[in-house]
T-cell receptor
Framework: GENVEQHPSTLSVQEGDSAVIKCTYSDSASNYFPWYKQELGKGPQLIIDIRSNVGEKKDQRIAVTLNKTAKHFSLHITETQPEDSAVYFCAASTTNFGNEKLTFGTGTRLTIIP | AAGVIQSPRHLIKEKRETATLKCYPIPRHDTVYWYQQGPGQDPQFLISFYEKMQSDKGSIPDRFSAQQFSDYHSELNMSSLELGDSALYFC?????????FGPGTRLLVL
């Protein structure tokens, strides 16, 4: 089955600086890679996703890059703000019917220092 | 916009008791997923349903069962509860490739 590794497990950055979280996956059949933000006591919230036919996607301060050959993808948050503090999970799945379950990374606790 | 609804939000049970968790997907979403998240851990896939039929199965104990009903809501039934079942249980509904998560049910087994 799929295995997703995520680094770092904790990350502290000064407000206004950039944050980068990296993930690797093992299953070459995976073709969909979402990123979720989870605040304490809440459900994971999708913040951005990327499909395997795209190398990069950007949405305001958030961007994701994907290297299919190396099987890794990264989340970039620029101009960080205190409200960006949360746990971030990367995930991987296929879009093949009956096998679309998400396999999550172990999470990164991001702390923005005012 | 409508979101995934889960009930109850909190549940306290004794060992060996049973629990039923409910999930109401976003309207027109036809696939429901259940995930279990232990303290400080990532969500782990349990089971999924597409058009009321089980579509995939993960690390779900035999003590657990689930189904999806004609109105597309889903229920996760948990029997002979153990201390280790204490966790957050999330339901997600899917539109195209994207899974949208509910707020979760926090289950505490004493």
């Amino acid at each position: 089955g799929e295995n997703v590794e995520q680094h770092p497990s904790t990350l502290s950055v000064q407000e206004g600086d950039s944050a980068v979280i990296k993930c690797t996956y093992s299953d070459s059949a995976s073709n969909y890679f979402p990123w979720y933000k989870q605040e304490l006591g809440k459900g994971p919230q999708l913040i951005i996703d990327i499909r395997s036919n795209v190398g990069e996607k950007k949405d305001q301060r958030i961007a994701v890059t994907l290297n299919k050959t190396a099987k890794h993808f990264s989340l970039h948050i620029t101009e960080t703000q205190p409200e960006d503090s949360a746990v971030y999970f990367c995930a991987a799945s296929t879009t093949n019917f009956g096998n679309e379950k998400l396999t999550f990374g172990t999470g990164t606790r991001l702390t923005i220092i005012p | 916009a409508a979101g995934v609804i889960q009930s109850p939000r909190h549940l306290i049970k004794e060992k060996r008791e049973t629990a039923t968790l409910k999930c109401y997907p976003i309207p027109r979403h036809d696939t429901v997923y259940w995930y279990q998240q232990g303290p400080g851990q990532d969500p782990q896939f349990l089971i999924s349903f597409y058009e009321k039929m089980q579509s995939d199965k993960g690390s779900i104990p035999d003590r657990f069962s689930a189904q999806q009903f004609s109105d597309y809501h889903s229920e996760l039934n948990m029997s002979s509860l153990e201390l280790g079942d204490s966790a957050l249980y999330f339901c997600a509904s899917r539109w195209q490739e994207t899974q949208y998560f509910g707020p979760g049910t926090r289950l505490l087994v004493l």
